[in-house]
T-cell receptor
């Protein structure tokens, strides 16, 4: 158990819909990272927040957005869902704001299926 | 373009044997390189993290090496166990203009290791 929690574990929805994925970082970690893992693309970095502020953006689509709240939990919002958005979405946390050589702890993931 | 390439794509070995996984990268400027182990359907778990100045790092039966000159890394697994069956992912972090490595992560496609009894 990494100490990072993600809900829900599974999500099944239809194309065009909007969903929200939630992540609670490890106690004491201020940085939260979101990743997408699909079968054909592997792991891809989406976005990073540190203490409520966006720090870095990766391959995140405009239909996706995220935020980190004062209690440090984070939400990833996916809208106008397409079949290709079906994937595992992971959240990770670390104590390091710079994404430097500090360990990132991954949550168990949310499996999103878009039908 | 920053890239991370891993080989082999998949590997089957017998329990108790050693194996070595390779990672070549073109990421620049280099910040650090990580190896993760990912069991099917679960989140990745960090094995090692190496910065530019480190060329070897061990974590139990896992030993990672880094040659920053040739931009190559390897992960050596000693005395493999059935529980080592997983995907092993190499991730390289680049520095941005500010000298930090916020989010500048490039992932390899992973090597799928299967250990048979």
């Amino acid at each position: 158990d990494s100490g990072v929690t993600q809900t829900p574990k599974h999500l099944i929805t239809a194309t065009g819909q909007r969903v929200t994925l939630r992540c609670s970082p490890r106690s004491g970690d201020l940085s939260v990272y979101w990743y997408q893992q699909s079968l054909d693309q592997g792991l891809q970095f989406l976005i990073q927040y540190y203490n409520g502020e966006e720090r870095a953006k990766g391959n995140i689509l405009e239909r996706f957005s995220a935020q980190q709240f004062p209690d440090l939990h984070s939400e990833l919002n996916l809208s106008s869902l397409e079949l290709g958005d079906s994937a595992l979405y992971f959240c990770a946390s670390s104590v390091d704001p710079s994404g430097g050589a500090r360990e990132q702890f991954f949550g168990p993931g949310t499996r999103l299926t878009v039908l | 373009k920053n890239q991370v390439e891993q080989s082999p794509q998949s590997l089957i070995i017998l329990e108790g044997k050693n194996c070595t996984l390779q990672c070549n990268y073109t990421v620049s400027p280099f910040s650090n390189l990580r190896w993760y182990k990912q069991d099917t359907g679960r989140g990745p778990v960090s094995l090692t993290i190496m910065t530019f100045s480190e060329n070897t790092k061990s974590n139990g039966r896992y030993t990672a090496t880094l040659d920053a000159d040739t931009k190559q890394s390897s992960l050596h697994i000693t005395a493999s166990q059935l529980s080592d069956s997983a995907s092993y992912i190499c991730v390289v972090s680049a520095l941005n203009a500010g000298g930090t490595s916020y989010g500048k992560l490039t992932f390899g496609q992973g090597t799928i290791l299967t250990v048979h009894p």
